[in-house]
């Protein structure tokens, strides 16, 4: 049971260039999320969807973009990469059971770090 | 946005301590979880709380979700060199506006007293 997986797990770029996060998750879950970590700090969301072609933003989308057209793969795209996006990149999952129902704890990724220079 | 304040941002131990850290809120949630994280690995679920004064134990760790919904803590008895790590609280809502969006304290490091 690989739970959610992440790749790369290190990745430089030089400022403009673009690169896909990969994520995917075997668990069925419905939900599926995209964190930066940055030093010091907690995880802040960056986007979020709720199913296969749903997606939305959230606290600091600016500069990424994503997509979901399956339930299992949510990958996060860098289009012009900025020195402010080195980062630890989580992906996370989580099933939702319905409104007014809570939903399932996060499972995370083990990281993207990614580095801009 | 909404923030959680996590405390202290970092602590020493030493083997045999009993720790503790919690998070403070200004606004209300319906479930309160507590993560660790080791160096180059993402968040691990430690507890998770769903009612307003649970107490809820795994092992070593009880945390509990406050009455007033604002606010949980985390103890951790008789400690261990393996319970170094950063330990994260996150208040989530289940329902309305970003569903399952969770929002994150800072952290609380743990390192082993030199």
């Known amino acids: 049971n690989a739970g959610v997986t992440q790749t790369p797990k290190f990745r430089i770029l030089k400022i403009g260039q673009s690169m896909t996060l990969q994520c995917a998750q075997d668990m069925n879950h419905n939900y599926m999320y995209w964190y930066r970590q940055d030093p010091g700090m907690g995880l802040k969301l960056i986007y979020y969807?709720?199913?296969?072609?749903?997606?939305d933003k959230g606290e600091v989308p600016n500069g990424y973009n994503v997509s979901r057209s399956t339930t299992e793969d949510f990958p996060l795209r860098l289009e012009l990469a900025a020195p402010s996006q080195t980062s630890v990149y989580f992906c996370a999952s989580s099933y939702f059971l319905g409104t007014g129902l809570y939903n399932s704890p996060l499972h995370f990724g083990n990281g993207t770090r990614l580095t801009v220079t | 946005g909404q923030q959680l304040n996590q405390s202290p941002q970092s602590m020493f131990i030493q083997e045999g301590e009993d720790v503790s850290m919690n998070c403070t809120s200004s606004?209300?949630?319906?479930?309160w979880l507590w993560y660790k994280q080791d160096p180059g690995e993402g968040p691990v679920l430690l507890i998770a709380?769903?009612?307003?004064?649970e107490l809820t134990s795994n092992g070593r760790l009880t945390a509990q979700f406050g009455i007033t919904r604002k606010d949980s803590f985390l103890n951790i008895s008789a400690s261990i060199p393996s319970d170094v790590g950063i330990y994260f609280c996150a208040g989530q809502r289940a329902y309305g506006g970003s569903q399952g969006n969770l929002i994150f304290g800072k952290g609380t490091k743990l390192s082993v007293k030199p």
């Open positions: 709380l769903y009612k307003a004064g």
């Open positions: 606004s209300i949630f319906n479930t």
């Open positions: 969807s709720v199913g296969a072609g749903i997606t």
